[in-house]
């Protein structure tokens, strides 16, 4: 009671002094508004300290969300993978899909004053688009980059790359002027960005908070919020609290404190805001029992999908039917139904087990199973759990261990020491970039990609055909060959694509948070409205 009672003193103080800043009046910094005076400030809460705030150097959900707020990309790309101009007005690829072309926007400055230019942007795709998860597919096929004029810039590879576009729009663009000759992976800009964006950087106290201030020179029309504060909260009730109080005007919940939401006034959680996330089932095609992908599209037909997001996931999602989302409408395989082609049919699926040649034993069991899952994504223990019922009911025994995310990765996909995997994670900008990744072959082992020790030749033929084309018909045809041949293997697959990890606002300071906007993780800062 003593060690709840200290937590929640400090978490009283830390509210306090976010009240405070609301009170604020345009004698502050960032002061400079339309409101008659009164700083228009808005306040994020967040769950730690950001590691960094620089995404292009540093992978991770926090480093995205701020470099969304304080840098551009080339092309911008939306949570439905609209793609329209950013700091390019328009881009050009030719018929080979072996040169882009990029015309960027005028009178663009970054936060310090200084010009952007076509030279930033040449030192961009040289030296930092390589170091960057996404862009170092991009980057090895960069043959040369010419700046043609002021606002020109071509850029010339070596082969064709599909996701090119798509790569680019993930690339936040940073100053030359600041980076080169550095370090740039221990600049110090890393933590006191200087962008282009329509928020600048202002401070940061670790454990306390992270404040942003408008850009007033942002090029994409007039920011309507002064200075943006993000508290930085550790513990969910206390997000939750703070939220449904109205001192804070957005923040992630937990699907425990989500419940808690509904039916309060102003109280509505985002829509989207980011690329599709998914909850998937991952099986180790090295384990004896599940050697056969017979047999493991029998386990997956025993997973009631609908159950799971009704109950471990509280209706925050919807029942994978496809390998794709539907927001991928032009790569989906339409003939594809997971209902259909794995009925749950929990008396056929017992029958096919038996004559597969894994009858019940004296212990009531077929087979034992080892699944793992990380303890830190409650959805996903949820789900975890569901499952281990579920397969019950055709007699398979699942052992649920759960771990830190550390050991779940060094257990899955460096050691192989699992029989079925579950996981959340997100589709990404592209096909190419985020959902092939696991179902390619992966003879090194790496991270975060395919662990099920199948190496198709099919799937990687149709993953190449992807890759060699910038034609979307043609990739589209060729992620169809793929999810054909992953229906035929069944080795890992989405059970549902999960919304509970999107933002729950509380409207009733400002309206229009839940704007869609143009790029994923930006929040809608020149249109937003200060309400109360």
Request: proline share 5%; hydrophobic share 40%; charged share 20%.
């Given at each position: ?11 009283l103080?830390?509210?306090?002094a ?7 009046c ?23 300290d ?37 700091l390019?007005?328009e881009?050009?690829v ?9 015309t960027l ?16 942007v ?8 390589e ?61 006191a ?11 940061f ?44 005007d957005?923040?992630?919940l ?12 102003n ?8 690329f ?10 090295l384990?004896?029992?599940l ?5 493991r ?8 999908r ?6 471990a ?11 794709f989302?539907?927001?991928l409408?032009?790569a ?13 049919d929990?008396?056929?699926i ?41 397969l ?21 996909y ?14 990404g900008?592209?096909?190419s ?10 003879p ?41 041949r ?8 989405p059970l549902a694509?999960?919304?509970?990890w ?31």
């Open positions: 009671m003593f060690t709840a009672h200290k937590r929640s003193i400090g978490v103080a830390a509210i306090a976010v009240g405070l800043v609301l009170t604020a345009s004698g502050d910094d960032g002061g400079d508004d339309s409101s008659g005076g009164e700083e228009r400030i808005y306040v994020q809460a967040i769950g730690a950001p590691q960094s705030f620089n995404a292009q150097l540093t992978s991770g959900a926090s480093p995205t969300a701020f470099s969304a707020q304080m840098f551009d990309t080339l092309i911008r790309i939306s949570d439905d993978y609209e793609l329209s101009p950013g390019a007005e881009w050009a030719s018929d080979d899909g072996t040169l882009i072309t990029l926007r005028e009178g663009v400055t970054w936060h310090d004053g200084e010009p952007f230019t076509a030279e930033d040449k030192f961009n795709l040289e030296e930092i688009v170091l960057q998860t996404f862009g170092a597919g991009l980057a090895a096929r960069i043959g040369s980059v010419e700046v043609v004029d002021d606002t020109t810039v071509e850029v010339a590879l070596t082969e064709t790359y599909g996701p090119a576009i798509e790569t680019l729009a993930l690339q936040y663009m940073l100053p030359k002027h600041v980076y080169e000759g550095t370090d740039y992976v221990t600049n110090p800009a890393n933590l960005p200087i962008g282009t964006g329509p928020m600048m950087f202002e401070s106290q670790s454990g306390t908070e992270v404040i942003l201030v408008k850009n007033p020179n942002y090029w994409d029309g007039e920011v309507q919020v002064d200075r943006a504060i993000y508290p930085v909260m550790a513990d969910p009730n206390s997000r939750a609290l703070s939220l449904f109080a109205g001192e804070v957005q923040a992630a937990d699907p425990a404190q989500q419940s808690q939401g509904d039916g309060r006034d109280i509505e959680q985002m829509t989207g805001g980011g599709p996330q998914v909850i998937t089932v991952m099986f180790n095609a384990s004896p029992n050697s056969d992908p017979e047999v599209a029998l386990v997956f037909a025993a997973l009631d609908e159950e799971m997001v009704d109950v996931l509280g209706g925050k999602g919807t029942a994978a039917e496809t390998f989302p539907e927001a409408d032009w989906v395989n339409t003939d594809i139904n997971f209902s259909d082609d794995f009925p749950h929990v008396d056929e017992n029958e096919a087990l038996d004559a597969a040649g894994y009858p019940v034993g004296s212990d009531g069991y077929r087979f034992t199973l080892n699944a793992r899952y990380i303890t830190e994504l409650s959805e996903v223990a949820s789900v975890t759990e569901m499952a281990a019922a579920q019950e009911e055709v007699g398979i025994k699942l052992n649920l261990v759960g771990s830190a995310s550390a050991v779940y990765t060094e257990k899955v460096t050691e192989s020491d699992f029989d079925l995997a579950f996981l959340r994670s997100t589709l900008a592209d096909p970039l985020g959902i092939v990744r696991w179902y390619g072959c992966n090194n082992k790496a991270a975060a990609t395919n662990p099920s020790g199948i190496c198709d030749e099919g799937i990687t033929e149709a993953a190449d055909a992807a890759l060699s084309s910038t034609d979307r018909e043609a990739r589209g045809e060729a992620f169809r060959d793929l999810q054909e992953a229906k035929e293997l069944m080795f890992y697959a694509w999960y919304t509970g999107l933002p729950t606002l509380n409207t009733s300071r400002w309206s229009g948070m839940d704007e869609q906007m143009p790029s994923t993780n930006l929040t809608p800062w020149t249109s937003m409205e200060l309400i109360g």
